[in-house]
């Protein structure tokens, strides 16, 4: 990178160059998507832990740190709303 411009030199494989290329071209989209494949936050490594953290493929720390959309994505809101179904469901089996 030379002043915040991507630079590939020619002896890179096609297909690191392309997810280097889709790396500079949408970092946010690129670690969403290896959040949710790896389970672990591109960022930081860490592993995803929590629904939120899972659905929007980074945890809330690296959110803040690189103003990213955290608990409001739609990823994190679908795995909310897994998570209040399963409690609901759980509520009402107890209560037969």
Known sequence: VSNSEL???NHIKPEERATLLALSENPV?????????TGC???????LTTPESVGSGYGPVCADKYNL??????????E???RKA?????AMEKLK
């Open 7 to 9: 630079i590939l030199k």
């Open 29 to 37: 989209n690129f670690a969403i998507v290896f959040g949710k494949r």
């Open 41 to 47: 936050c591109l960022f930081c490594s860490k592993m």
């Open 69 to 78: 959309p955290w608990s409001e994505s739609n990823g994190a809101k679908t």
């Open 80 to 82: 909310r709303s897994i």
């Open 86 to 90: 399963l409690k609901l469901q759980e």
